[in-house]
């Protein structure tokens, strides 16, 4: 059974940091990659990013600015750092795994590339 576990929010002041993990079991991890969205209420769920094997792939140039996508396959772990946080960060984080292994592509913006998801992680920013 493919199971996500996102973990690592909360509640921070602007201007901080923050890394979410997104800790996965019940496939070979290495193989898939892993994307992260994000979405805020009454708002719709919004691509961060995923990484493939090693390549990270943002889903806009203003988000290479301040999150940072990695993995570490010996802990079946993807992170996701987000520095100078905003107040406009603040939204439920998900991590996301597709079906089918995609070599070195992942679609950061696509959530309907992705078949599997996570619980999602509470991140609040306050001003």
């Known amino acids: 059974e493919v199971q996500l576990q996102a973990s690592g929010g909360g509640l921070v002041q602007a201007g901080g940091s923050l890394r979410l993990s997104c800790t996965v079991s019940?496939?070979?991890?290495?193989?898939?990659?892993i994307g992260w969205f994000r979405q805020a209420p009454g708002k719709e769920r919004e691509g961060v990013g995923c990484?493939?094997?090693?390549?990270?792939?943002y889903s806009a140039d203003s988000m290479k600015e301040r999150f940072a996508i990695s993995r570490d396959n010996a802990k079946n772990t993807a992170y996701l750092q987000i520095n100078n946080l905003k107040p406009e960060d603040s939204a439920v984080y998900y991590c996301?795994?597709?079906?089918?292994?995609?070599?070195?592509?992942?679609?950061?913006?696509?959530?309907?590339?992705?078949?599997?998801w996570g619980q999602g992680t509470q991140v609040t920013v306050s001003s």
């Open positions: 990484i493939s094997g090693r390549v990270s792939i």
């Open positions: 019940g496939f070979t991890f290495d193989d898939y990659a």
């Open positions: 996301a795994v597709p079906e089918a292994r995609s070599g070195s592509y992942c679609s950061p913006r696509t959530p309907t590339w992705y078949d599997f």
